[in-house]
Structures are given as C-alpha cells and as structure tokens.
T-cell receptor
Framework: DSGVTQTPKHLITATGQRVTLRCSPR?????VYWYQQSLDQGLQFLIQ???????AKGNILERFSAQQFPDLHSELNLSSLELGDSALYFC???????????FGPGTRLTVL | DQQVKQNSPSLSVQEGRISILNCDYT??????FLWYKKYPAEGPTFLIS?????DKNEDGRFTVFLNKSAKHLSLHIVPSQPGDSAVYFC?????????????FGKGTKLSVIP
C-alpha cells in the first residue's frame, strides 16, 4: 500500500459526459501528479500540482482540468468525454525535492 | 517521439537465474532514472533509482546500471523469483532543469518460470 488513495476504482460513462476523479496523496506529500495509461501505451504525464498551485503541464487535453485543494487532495475533471479517453488514470505523490513518486491504484475509466 | 524506450515487450527467465531489463533514452537533459514494477490492477511501485552522477546502484537483489555515453540503463534482478513476474517500467526525469515529471517507457513484462 503506497498510501495514495484514488476513487472511484472503476467508472463507466457515456460519450459527451463529464467525470471527476479524486486523489488523496500520502501524508506529508505536497506534490500530486496525474498520469494516463491508455491501451498499449506507457504512462503519460498529464499535470503536476504543488501545495495547491499548478507546477507543470504535460500532454493534457483542454477538455481536462485539475486542481489541488487546501487539504492537498486533488481532482481531475474530464469533460466532453470521447471513446479515446478510456484509460487508466493514476495519481502519484511526492515531496517536491524527491523524485520517487508513489502511485495510487488508479481509476479505470471506460467511455461507451 | 518516444524519449524513453523499452524495446523488449516481454522477457521470460527461469527461477534463480538473472533477469536483465533494458532501457534507452534520447533526452540529454534526463539526469535521474527510476524503475517501477507493476502488478495487474495495481499502481506502479517504486523499485530503485539512479542519479546521472553514478553508474551503478544496488538494493538487495536489484541493481541498476547507467551508461550515460550510450544513453542506456539496465535493471538486473538476481536471483529471479516467481514473485518478480510483473511489468517493469523505466522512467526518467530532468531534475537539474527543475522538472520532476516522469517520462515512462512502455514497459517490459517479465515472467519468471518456476
């Protein structure tokens, strides 16, 4: 158990809908990262937050957004969903100075 | 353009023998490298890392070697055990450039045969 929690574990929705994925980092970690793993793809970095502020952006679509709240949990919002958005979405956390990111169990999103 | 490549999608090794997983990278800014292990239905688990100032790091049965001139790293597992069967991801970051995001390879599925 990495100490990072993600909810829900599974999510099935329809095209055009909007969903919110939630992540709670390990106790004491200020930085949260979101990654997407599509079929046959490695993990793709989406976005990083540190202590409530956005720090880095990767290959994140404009239809996707995220935020980190004062209690340090983070949410990833996916809107106008398309079939191609079906993937595993992982959250990871770390102290900023360290690079060892600890991953949650992921949320499997299926868009029908 | 893939900046981190794991050219072997799968590898089978006999229990007790050495497993060698390889990884190549193209971005010269990468200065920190990590290996993660992933079981089905779980998130990746951090295994071992190495800074670009070193060429070897060892932790129990796991050793990572870094060849900067060849932009190549490898993970050695000795001896291999059936519980090591998982997908192994190589990852890299450019800490010196202030970037902590990880760039991952596509993974190598290791099967350790009893």
């Amino acid at each position: 158990d990495s100490g990072v929690t993600q909810t829900p574990k599974h999510l099935i929705t329809a095209t055009g809908q909007r969903v919110t994925l939630r992540c709670s980092p390990r106790s004491g970690d200020l930085s949260v990262y979101w990654y997407q793993q599509s079929l046959d793809q490695g993990l793709q970095f989406l976005i990083q937050y540190y202590n409530g502020e956005e720090r880095a952006k990767g290959n994140i679509l404009e239809r996707f957004s995220a935020q980190q709240f004062p209690d340090l949990h983070s949410e990833l919002n996916l809107s106008s969903l398309e079939l191609g958005d079906s993937a595993l979405y992982f959250c990871a956390s770390s102290v900023l100075a360290g690079v060892e990111q600890f991953f949650g169990p992921g949320t499997r999103l299926t868009v029908l | 353009d893939q900046q981190v490549k794991q050219n072997s999608p799968s590898l089978s090794v006999q229990e007790g023998r050495i497993s060698i997983l390889n990884c190549d990278y193209t971005n010269s800014m990468f200065d920190y490298f990590l290996w993660y292990k992933k079981y089905p239905a779980e998130g990746p688990t951090f295994l071992i890392s190495i800074s670009s100032i070193k060429d070897k790091n060892e932790d129990g049965r796991f050793t990572v070697f870094l060849n900067k001139s060849a932009k190549h790293l490898s993970l050695h597992i000795v001896p291999s055990q059936p519980g090591d069967s998982a997908v192994y991801f190589c990852a890299a970051s450019a800490r010196g450039a202030g970037s902590y995001q990880l760039t991952f390879g596509k993974g190598t599925k290791l099967s350790v045969i009893p």
